[in-house]
């Protein structure tokens, strides 16, 4: 149940986006159409996931494009790209959790849940979303970057700012709570 059986982000994807980051930088437009054409599914995916709440969601990954516009100069290595772009969504999402606390405390799924999917894959979406739910807002982070996303455990320390040892424990912690949520009869 690890990242490589179902990596959205293999290394072809990286040295590509490594490459449109480099060129950006050198003042290619269409490069950073490209990124953002790649990129803002995955953030706002992430965003949903952590907010639980799409149009904050919305909300919060155009902050995070605004920071990361802003902020091409100060990546110092464009292979840093997606541990920098998902630290600069954290922060934005951060910040929108600590400013709705009391507003935190829901578990309905996600929107996209329920449009119209039915049937088991649909059922079993619905299910992780609302285990994810349950977790705390760093335990979900880690889940979603790590299980979601293919981060390694330093880009996720990265973009959340603390030790690998802490992305590591939030990530095992999450996994637990995941497995006791789900039931250990989720294999897929």
Sequence with gaps: MGPAQNTPYDEEARVYDELLVTLIRQGDRRAG??????????????????????????????????????????LSDPAKFPSWA?????????????????????????DESQQGATGPRAESLVAVDQALSRLSPDHRLAAVLFFGEGLTLSEIAAATKVPVGTAKSRLFHARQQL??????????
């Design 86 to 110: 998902f630290g600069i969504l954290y922060r934005k999402c951060a910040d929108r959790i600590a400013a709705n606390k009391t507003q935190r405390e829901r578990t309905a799924p996600l």
């Design 179 to 188: 497995k006791s949520l789900l039931g250990e009869s989720h294999d897929d």
């Design 33 to 74: 159409e490209r990124l953002a054409a790649r990129w803002h599914p995955r953030l706002l995916r992430t965003a949903r996931r952590w907010l639980q709440d799409h149009g904050q969601a919305e909300e919060a990954v155009q902050e995070a494009w605004a920071g990361i516009a802003k902020g091409w100069w100060r």
